[in-house]
Nanobody, 120 residues
Framework: QVQLVESGGGLVQPGGSLRLSCAAS????????MGWYRRAPGKQRELVAT???????NYADSVKGRFTISRDNAKNTVYLQMNSLKPEDTAVYYC??????????????WGQGTQVTVSS
C-alpha cells in the first residue's frame, strides 16, 4: 500500500506565496511521474503541473511563470512553490504519484487534498 500526505495549504492574500509538499510512503519500488491537480468550486479538475523522475516539468498555462514544481527522489516528495497567487488559484490541490511497487504495472496514487484559499 502507498500513501501520499500533503501539507502546506492555507489562506493567503493575493500576491502572496505558499509552498505545498506531498510525501509518499509505503510499498514503493520506484516513483515515476509526480504532479499536482486542483479542483475549484463548481469547476472540473485541472492539471497544474507535473514532473518526471528525471526532472522534466510541464505546467498549465494559467500558472506558468508563477508556480514551480520540484521533487526530492530520495525523500519521495514533490513540492509546489506558488508565487503571485491570485483569487482564481483558490481550490483544493491534490498531489499524485505514478508508483511502481515491484509487482505488476505502476499506477497512480492520490493525496487527500489540501485547501488553498487566496483572498483579502
Amino acid at each position: 500500500q502507498v500513501q501520499l500526505v500533503e501539507s502546506g495549504g492555507g489562506l493567503v492574500q493575493p500576491g502572496g506565496s505558499l509552498r505545498l509538499s506531498c510525501a509518499a510512503s509505503g510499498s514503493i519500488f520506484r516513483i515515476n511521474a509526480m504532479g499536482w491537480y486542483r479542483r475549484a468550486p463548481g469547476k472540473q479538475r485541472e492539471l497544474v503541473a507535473t514532473i518526471t523522475r528525471g526532472g522534466s516539468t510541464n505546467y498549465a498555462d494559467s500558472v506558468k511563470g508563477r508556480f514551480t514544481i520540484s521533487r526530492d527522489n530520495a525523500k519521495n516528495t514533490v513540492y509546489l512553490q506558488m508565487n503571485s497567487l491570485k483569487p482564481e488559484d483558490t481550490a483544493v490541490y491534490y498531489c499524485y504519484a505514478d508508483v511502481y511497487t515491484g509487482y505488476g504495472s505502476s499506477r497512480d496514487y492520490w493525496g487527500q487534498g489540501t485547501q488553498v484559499t487566496v483572498s483579502s
